[in-house]
């Protein structure tokens, strides 16, 4: 055990060193619980202030426009519009400020992502092979009355990394949904929620790795760039 520990951290090394060049264990139920609570709680505080910005901003083209009011809906729209004016100057659109990040490990690497596209966390459970699928997709587990597709985290993000000895040694506990998707990612263990700004990141402008979107520079860890992951998922 303790010799595929070693092994384990020396290939994390290695691989978060080749990661800059190109641009602890599992948490109990009851702190599981607790994240998810500070989970919901920032999500609904993200969901407030965007309205309230909303108002804002209809405020704002009325006042300066001299427009009479009209219907709700035209404001609503008109107010999309400059929203994502606003969203396509970004890339990515959350690094322009501060914003909260999970942090999640798997096979001794650890994986940030923004907690405005976290869809959720689940409990792993038992999962359905299917045919005729890419060895990363592991299959498709029941959530209530939702299917999630899961994704062996560690054969995507590091497949030049998996050996047969890290490959065995994963032990996938939690499911990290990405954004209103059916995908999820298996998961090891869950570790915390970090506020992070803009110059704790390492972005990665180009890369062929189009799902990182930089680096956390303190934990030395990959910040996904969740909005490529799922398109990349979905093209399979």
Not at 156 to 182: F, K, P, T
Request: net charge negative; proline share 2%.
């Amino acid at each position: 055990m303790t010799k595929n520990l070693a092994a384990s951290n020396k290939v994390m090394k290695s691989y978060l060193s080749e990661l800059m060049t190109d641009e602890d264990i599992a948490e109990d139920n009851s702190k599981l619980e607790k994240l998810l609570s500070n989970v919901d709680e920032i999500k609904n505080e993200i969901s407030t202030d965007k309205s309230q910005q909303k108002a804002e901003i209809s405020a704002k083209v009325i006042k300066e426009e001299n427009i009479p009011i009209v219907d709700a809906g035209q404001i609503e729209e008109q107010v999309s519009i400059e929203e994502a004016e606003e969203e396509t100057k970004a890339s990515p659109h959350f690094s322009k400020e501060s914003f909260q990040a999970m942090f999640f490990k798997v096979a001794g690497l650890v994986v940030a992502v923004p907690l405005v596209e976290l869809g959720g966390i689940h409990n792993l459970t038992e999962i359905h092979h299917l045919m005729g699928k890419p060895d990363w997709f592991k299959g498709v587990m029941l959530n209530r009355e939702d299917k999630v597709n899961v994704v062996d985290t560690a054969l995507w993000v590091m497949r030049e990394r998996c050996n047969d000895e890290l490959m065995a040694s994963l032990n996938y506990e939690y499911i990290i949904m990405l954004s209103d998707s059916s995908w999820g990612l298996a998961a090891e263990s869950i570790v915390d929620t970090v506020t992070l700004t803009e110059n704790d990141v390492k972005w990665v402008e180009s890369s062929d790795r189009p799902w990182l979107a930089g680096l956390v520079k303190d934990r030395m860890c990959a910040l996904l760039n969740v909005e490529s992951l799922i398109s990349l998922l979905n093209k399979g």
